[in-house]
C-alpha cells in the first residue's frame, strides 16, 4: 500500500520570493530545494529579448502570433445571468487587450450550453449572446491597438467548455454535477450521489453538436481560434480518466479521446475553417485536503491526499502513475499530444491537476483559498513540475518534428523544421508564484525551447502591464506584483465576483471587497483559534489572526491603512514583514 506519509516529505518552512534580493539568491534558494528552475541574471529588453520574438511555427488564423506571451484563460464570475457580458467583464478583456501579450489564450471559459455553467454568472456561448461576444473581442483588439499600433500580430480564442461535476448553473451555492462516471473519492466531495447524474452516451452525442455550434458563433464574431478545454477536472478533461466507464466513451484512450475527435471532425464538416487549441491538465494527482493532525487551533493543516489505498491501481486520474497517484505519468499524455498533432491542433496549452481538488498542483500560491489547505510543498516545486513537465512535452513534439519517437535533446522548438506541418505549439502554465523572478526564468525558458510561450493567469489580473514593463523597462513595479493571495479564488467560492481585491483598486471600491473581508473574518471567528482570538486586543488580534489563519488576514487591513496615510511603498512593507517571516510556516 503506497501512502502519502511514506512518499511525501514534511511541509516546508517556506521562504518568500520577495526576501530573495537578487537572483543570484533565488537560484541559491532553488537549488536548496532540489530542482531544476533556471533563472537569468537580466531581464532582457527591446527586440533582443526572447520573449519579444514572434512565433513562427505556426499561423493562426493566418496571423503570426506577436510575441511569447500569452494571457492564460480567467473567468470572472461576473457575467449576466443569461451568460452576457457586464462592465466587470469588458474591463477585464480590456485589460488583456492593453497588456502587450500577444495571445489571448481563451480570454475566459465559456459554457457551450447553460447547464454546463461552474456558475450562473459564466458566459455562454450561444445566439443569443452573439453580440455580447463580438463587443468583448472588439474591446479588446481596439485597446491593444491604441496602445501598441497594430492588432495585426494579435491572436484571441474563445475557450468552450461544460463544467461537469463542477456546475453550479443555478445558485451560487448549489453544485448540479453531471459526470464522466463515479468517482471513488471526488463523488462524495462534490454531491454526486446517483448514476443518473452520469452523462449518457446520448446526452454526449448532444453536447458535441453544443460545441459544434459554439465554434460557429466563435467563428462568426471574428474569434481566431477556439480552445475545446480538457483541464482542471472539467467535464471532458474528466472523460480523459474514464478508464471506468462503459460504451463507446470510456475504456480505451481512442474511447476516452472519442470526444474531441468527434467535436473537431464535426466543426470541419460544417465547414467552419475555425483554427483549434486545446488546453490541457497533462498531469494530475489524487485529491488533496488539509491534514487534520498537522492543523493548529485557527489555521488549516498542510494538504495531504484523500485515502487512496483503496483505489489502486488509481484508474481515476489522467497522467497520474496509477500505481502511486501522487506522482505524475506521462505515457498517455504523450499519446495525447500526438493525437492532437493528427487532429491539426495548433496550440497545446498545457495546465495541471485542479483548482478544486489539488490546487497546489494547480495554481502555487503561499496562500490557499477559503477551500484549500497550507501548502505541502514550497510552491516553487509547482511551478517547477509544471515547467518540467512542459520541456518534457516539448521534447517529445521535438521528436515527433523529427518522425521519430525518441525524445530528442532539448533544442529550440522554434528553430526546429516542422516535419509535422500540424504540430501544436506549447503554452506553459503556473508562472505567477515566480513573482520579481517570473521573466527572469520565462526568458530562459523560451530561449531554451523549453515552451514556445508563457502563459500568465493571475499575475495578469494584478498586473497586466508586467510583461510591457519587462520588455521596454527590464524592471517590474514591486507594489503591483501578485503575491498569490488567492482572493480572486476565494471571492468566488463564496459566491462573489472574481478580482484582485489586494492589489486591484477597481476591486477594492466595490462593496464585495468588504463583503470577502467579513467572510473571512467570519471563517476565523467560526473556528474556535478564531472566536479566541477576537477577543484579544486589536494589535494582538492582527498578529495572530494573519499567522493563525490566512484567509483571515488582518495583514490586508493593515497594508490598506498604510496605502490610505500615503506611506507608498506598499510592497516594501509587505516584503520586510514577510523577510521577517521568512521560515515561519
Ligand atoms: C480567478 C481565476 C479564474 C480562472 N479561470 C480559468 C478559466 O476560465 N479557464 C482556465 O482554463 N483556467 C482558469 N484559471 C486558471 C489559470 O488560467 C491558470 O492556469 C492558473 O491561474 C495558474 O497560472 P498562474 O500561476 O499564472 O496564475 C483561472 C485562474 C484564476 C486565478
Ligand atoms: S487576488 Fe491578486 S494578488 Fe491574490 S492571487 Fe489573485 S491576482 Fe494574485
Known sequence: MVTWHRTMPEPPKLVRIPTLKTPADFRNYVATLGLDLPCEDQIVTGAASPLAQPVDAVTINGKRIGNRWAIQPMEGWDGTASGGATDDVRRRWQRFGESSAKLIYGGEAMAVQPDGRANPNQLVIVEQNKKDLAALREILVRAHQERYGTGDDLVIGFQLTHSGRFCKPNDKS??????????????????????????????????????????????????????????????????????????????????????????????????????????????????????????????????????????????????????????????????????????????????????????????????????????????LVGVARQINVVRQVAEFVQALNRSTVEAGPAVSVSTLPRFHASTPILIGSAYSYLQEYLPHVAQYVVRNGWTDMIGLGRMTLAYPNILADAVEKGALEKKLICRTFSDCTTAPRNGLISGCYPLDKYYAAKPESQKLREIKKAACCRHPAGRKTHRLPARRRQHVCREALPLCRFGHERRAKRKRQGTGAVQDAIARSEGSKANEW
Open 174 to 379: 448549489r453544485t448540479e454535477p453531471r459526470v464522466a462516471y463515479r468517482h471513488p473519492i471526488l463523488d462524495k466531495k462534490f454531491n454526486v450521489t446517483s448514476d443518473a447524474q452520469v452523462f449518457t452516451d446520448g446526452e454526449i452525442e448532444r453536447l458535441i453538436e453544443c460545441y459544434i455550434a459554439a465554434a460557429k458563433i466563435a467563428r462568426d464574431v471574428g474569434a481566431d481560434f477556439v480552445d475545446i478545454k480538457h483541464c482542471h477536472g472539467y467535464l471532458l478533461h474528466e472523460f480523459l480518466s474514464a478508464f471506468t466507464r462503459p460504451g463507446k466513451y470510456g475504456g480505451s484512450f481512442e474511447n476516452r479521446t472519442r470526444i474531441l475527435r468527434d467535436i473537431i471532425a464535426g466543426i470541419r464538416a460544417s465547414g467552419n475553417p475555425i483554427d483549434i487549441g486545446v488546453r490541457l491538465s497533462a498531469f494530475d494527482f489524487v485529491p488533496f485536503k488539509p491534514d487534520a493532525a498537522l492543523s493548529q487551533p485557527g489555521k488549516l493543516g498542510p494538504g495531504i491526499p484523500e485515502d487512496f489505498s483503496d483505489c489502486l491501481p488509481y484508474r481515476f486520474g489522467f497522467g497520474a502513475n496509477q500505481g502511486n497517484p501522487v506522482e505524475y505519468d506521462l505515457t498517455e499524455t504523450f499519446q495525447f499530444v500526438e493525437l492532437c498533432a493528427q487532429l491539426g491542433v495548433k496550440i497545446l496549452n498545457l495546465s495541471a491537476g485542479s483548482p478544486y481538488y489539488n490546487p497546489h498542483i494547480q495554481r502555487p500560491a503561499a496562500y490557499p483559498p477559503s477551500d484549500g489547505y497550507q501548502p505541502p510543498e514550497d510552491p
